[in-house]
């Protein structure tokens, strides 16, 4: 048998580099390349692994290492989960740093490989630097806590469990159903270790991304469904976007005039001009869609999760004979809500449903109604954008000058605060892949580092990354690294002077916006003084990024249009008012559940648990 002597870094870096996946008759690389912050953990093994590599497998240098899961996330979604990046990180807090990220992964189902570096399997000094000590067991550390939080885990105690290790590492990177985080902890001793690899372990191979096809039976059911119901409503989830399933959607709709309502994943698997697109659905969804589905029978859920969001904490559909048809790639997800589940690819399942419904169509009345809808919204949405020039912009207007600035190839990025509300509601999506929108975790700070990813995933397309202050410093360092990789990304920073959209929960549940704003100390020791006299742009442009300010609307259309034509990482800065013109409009809420003290002394509370117990009763079990 031909080897080969490698240490264990330098064997699985040269295996990462011969790993391919396959879709559609299309082979790419799968994983393109490697961030990393280097300790004494990985700086020998995989850092030294890498140098030796050269080109064969790219290295990308970040500030935080929960930043480079994040920008790795953005990457791995932009390019429809067929091709990610891994994530190398010293033991200890570089290892940790990944928790929040490898969650956000897992939970949103996207590919990304991460390579914490672990204490010393041959336990030469025990304990070493930043090692946990477990009273109970000898053979626990730090990485232990990214098991629940990975799709697949391994630390490789020993030179010859990598080959296994790594070949379950790909398989579950590349299966759609079951896609997330995959880590492989490398203990510091056995990355520089060698061994006598066999040459196979690092031939080409390719790993085929399936689409499995429907279930005929289940089919059938489902076509069964879809001509007897009256109200037949799609809800388009991210998994459309996944599949690259977009235009059997619209072939779908345009036969059969079903309309479609989209998660905060799925906006964009029609274009917002299309005629049956309603637009968000659920608490933060439009008013079209939220009354729709309130009427809708049947309810075609194509990719979806179904979220307390989405499902508006179970109170949204209110057919009392509603019925749920759930097509997903994962069992689990095409059985919620007692589904008829139609178990296989997005794609290949509104193919097969577009088939077996030829010559079906709703009701032109149905149709009808549901144009009247979107009409209508739709003027909301231009009222909501329409500022004059010299007035200082909401946060709705601030969208709507956006809108009017990006072409059809932009991305808008987004995933915390009062953001995706307005997004959901509001924005127009013009094509697939222009609204991300990190909902599942919905994790502040993602943005930034996720622009970065979805630059380097596509070049040729302007990226911005919306965030408020808050989020913006929860995690602003990789703007350092936007510069020195000469990653152009556009940054719209809003400032509010605090967390809004909690602050408006916070009132809603009675919390009275406690611990929300960004002041001063009152002399009642509350935060109600003045603001805090903190520059976020003069931080921003320290920080190598040229910033524009903006003071009124029409600065900004002019800042927008300056950043976009920029050739460098830009930023785009401006303070808001805090009016919020469109969720005063009747009809765009839906409730979601978040629970009210029920007891309480303050009369706000009281009055919150009275209204949590009134829209409770609307909760219903969908059996």
């Keep these: 048998m031909s080897t080969r002597r490698l240490t264990v870094a330098q064997a699985l870096v040269a295996f990462l580099a011969a790993q391919h996946t396959e879709r559609d008759g299309r082979t790419q690389r799968l994983i393109t390349a490697c961030w990393g912050i280097f300790g004494h953990g990985n700086v020998a093994g995989v850092g030294q692994a890498l140098l030796e590599s050269g080109t064969d497998l790219p290295y990308l240098q970040g500030r935080n290492e929960q930043a480079m899961v994040h920008a790795a996330v953005g990457y791995a979604r932009q390019r429809d989960r067929l091709a990610a990046h891994a994530v190398t990180t010293s033991i200890g807090p570089g290892a940790t740093n990944l928790a929040t990220g490898a969650a956000l992964a897992t939970i949103n189902r996207l590919p990304v490989l991460l390579l914490p570096g ?36 391994d630390r490789i105690a020993r030179p010859e469990a990598l080959v296994p290790a790594a070949l379950q590492a790909m398989r579950l990177l590349t299966d759609p159903a079951e896609t997330g985080a995959v880590t492989l902890a490398l203990p510091q001793d056995v990355q520089v270790e060698a061994y006598d690899w066999p040459v196979e372990f690092f031939a080409e191979r390719v790993w085929p ?7 005929p039976a289940e089919l059938a059911a489902v076509v069964r469904a879809v001509r007897a119901a009256r109200r037949p409503l799609l809800i388009a989830g991210g998994g459309v976007h996944h599949s690259a399933a977009e235009d059997a959607l619209r072939a779908l709709v345009d036969a059969t005039g079903i309309p479609v309502v989209s998660t905060q994943a799925g906006k964009g698997s029609l274009r917002h001009d299309h005629p049956a697109d309603l637009g968000g659905v659920g608490h933060t969804g439009t008013a079209a869609a939220n009354d729709l589905t309130r009427t809708a029978d049947l309810v075609i859920g194509v990719g979806t999760r179904l979220s307390d969001f989405t ?27 007692a589904a008829l589940p139609l178990v296989c690819d997005a794609r290949a399942g509104l193919e097969a449903l577009a088939d077996a419904l030829r010559g079906h169509r709703v009701d032109a009345a149905y149709a009808n109604e549901y144009a ?90 302007p990226v911005w990354a919306l ?64 603001p805090l006299p903190v520059d976020l742009a003069a931080n921003v442009a320290s920080l190598g990024v040229q910033v524009l300010r903006a003071a009124t609307v029409g600065e900004l259309r002019t800042a927008l249009a300056a950043a976009r034509a920029s050739d460098q990482p830009t930023c785009v800065y401006v303070e808001t008012e805090t009016a919020d013109t469109v969720s005063s409009d009747p009809g765009t809420h839906a409730w979601w559940d978040v629970p009210v003290a029920e007891v309480a002394t303050r009369p706000a509370a009281t009055r919150a648990r009275q209204e949590y117990e009134h829209r409770a009763q609307a909760r219903r079990r969908y059996l």
């Design 118 to 153: 672990d204490t010393f399997a041959t336990r030469p000094a025990d304990p070493v630097l930043q090692q946990l000590e477990v009273p109970y067991a000898g053979d626990v550390s730090v990485n232990d806590a990214l098991r629940p939080l990975s799709r697949y885990f």
């Design 209 to 215: 991304v399936r689409r499995p096809a429907p279930d």
């Design 311 to 337: 499902t508006a904490s179970a109170t949204l559909f209110a057919d009392p004979a509603v019925r749920f048809v759930g097509l997903n790639i994962a069992g689990a997800d095409a059985a919620k809500l």
């Design 372 to 461: 009247a809808g979107k009409a209508r919204w739709e003027e909301v949405v231009a009222r909501v954008y329409a500022a004059p020039d010299d007035a200082r912009p909401t946060q709705q207007q601030v969208l709507g000058a956006l809108d009017a600035v990006v072409g059809d190839t932009d991305v808008v990025l987004n995933a915390a605060g009062s953001l995706p509300g307005d997004l959901h509601k509001l924005w127009r999506a013009r094509s697939r892949r222009q609204y991300h929108l990190e909902y599942g975790y919905s994790c502040m700070g993602y943005e930034i580092p996720a622009a970065i990813g979805v630059r380097l995933a596509a070049p040729d397309r």
């Design 467 to 530: 965030v408020g202050d808050g989020t913006y410093l929860m995690l602003p360092t990789e703007l350092v690294t936007a510069v020195q990789e000469g990653v152009n990304i556009n940054v719209v920073l809003i400032q509010n002077h605090g967390y809004a959209s909690i602050g408006g929960l916070s009132e809603a549940v009675g919390g009275e916006r406690f611990g929300t704003a960004y002041r001063f100390r009152a002399a009642d020791g509350s935060y109600t003084g003045p």
